[in-house]
């Protein structure tokens, strides 16, 4: 099926609205414990609660055509006994209504790591209740909604709000225990097959997913034990988010693992693994802002350590899962640029994810987030080269893996505008739109904010030209030395991305497929009319002129590639 592209942006209910208890919202286990523990907290956030309409006109205008958001369960449900707040449903309608009213699409995440403090009390994501309390919400968005939205997921990023709830314990409820890391995981991939379950039984129009973390692994060498540290890191990062909601199971080799590691499983009944394997998803959402670096397991006790303060990044992050691997990022930190909080910002890594997850996944992908944080001042001319430099690059290789045939489909800024960044406060600033938080939460357009509008509004053509230069050159020739020497030279003088190859007249037909410019030698150019017949009106094809046609004139010939690389889009 042909998708329409989607270039919009991304937040989440309690990062953004505020009105934390505004229209009878309930408590979120987030507004329990960052108030108990005098924590800066989302209670106003971006106030995007008031200015959604004026939030949702910047996307339009900006030339975006979807929004992803979250719904706040606690805003929705308001007891254990699944009473509807229709006030919160309200919200949500409004928002998606204006979002049709600006041609925007709404990309609805049902759960991004909000959970009411009702389930917190009664165990929280430790608790198998909790599933099956998701799965009545869900039912409750599904019948309200359906019509109004296509896009749905789950969950936002189950790694994130479970790793950091129970392992690195900055997240509430804030516990260091590895079984009740397994527990929650698994409970959570049961919620999200239980949630998708739901929507197919209601016959709920459009396609549900699962929005997943993902950082690209790699490793410090290849050696034997680097590779298996390697595989182990990925399980642990990635696989059993895309693994298990894509393809119904949990990493087999994670689970033997873990069995070999004296982790008690037996909580994984028959009944609820059957669910999770008839239940995948119809698209799967990554998140990609960083890779991982790696290195083979060498002692100590499992830790895993986030940075909350980005200004002291030191190379300070050792973290370790004990029998698996050995976090390599400290090692890296002079070589890979990062961001104050120890981001590192490697492009590539979107790429090398995009190819990955599609070479064993039949579902198609959205880039659901990427973004970059920064200390920012609040002018009226905010210049955020940095978010433009992070974005294109990463747009660059989005375009590159779609090119090579990877299904994605989507990519989402995050964010619309700042928001309030979790256990960063909202001094670490994401937005293309600045909010002023001082100031009754103004807006203000940063440049990142124009150039993705022009970039969207022309099809990223700067972008797929500087690849087009980068690519695959058929020469037409009647052979002999000197169109090898040639061919030779315009490969060395154009790097590694072109690639040069020169057929003669008897051959050339068969080579003209993967071609991005054709060019003749003088002394068969009348074969131009055949070729562009073959090639079609996308590839350019020229002759070359008798007095260019030479070694010498390689570089000549290469400007004349540039030329009509650039005049063919
Ligand atoms: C993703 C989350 O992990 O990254 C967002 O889905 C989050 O909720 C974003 O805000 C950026 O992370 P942070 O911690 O810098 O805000």
Known sequence: MKRKMLWGSATASYQCEGAWDLDEKVESMWDRYLHENGLENGDVASDHYHHYEEDIRMMAEGGQNAYRFSLSWPRIIRDLEGNVNEKGLAFYDTLIDTCHRYHIEPFVTIYHW????????????????????????CETVFRHFNGKVRFWSTFNEPKWFIFSGYMSGNYPPCHRNIPEVIRGSYNVMFASALGVRKFREMKTEGEIG????????????????????MRHADNYCNNWQVDTACLGEFPSDMVDKLKEQGYDLSFAKEEELQIIRENTVDFIGINYYSPMYIKPYTDGETLVKANNQGKNYKGDLRSVVKGWFEVANDDMKDIIPHNPWGMFVYPQGLYDALTRVSSYIKQPIYVTENGYGAYEEISNDIDDQYRIDYIREHIRYLLKAKEDGVDVNGYFVWSPFDLYSWKNGCEKRYGLVAVDFDNDCRRIPKHSYYWYKSNIENDFIDLRKEEKQMRNIVLVCNGGMSTSILANRIKELGGDGVEVNAYGEQEYSQHLKDADVVLIGPQIRYLIDDIR???????????????????MNAQKVLEMVDELLKDSK
């Open 114 to 137: 909000d959970l009411p403090q009702y389930l917190e009390d009664i165990g929280g994501w430790q608790n198998i209740e909790t599933a099956y309390h998701f799965e009545k919400y």
């Open 210 to 229: 699962l929005v997943a973390s993902y950082q690209t692994i790699y490793g410090l060498d290849e050696s034997t034990e680097t590779l298996n540290a």
């Open 533 to 551: 017949k073959r090639v079609g009106e996308n590839v350019p094809v020229a002759s070359i002129e008798p007095r260019v046609y030479g070694a």
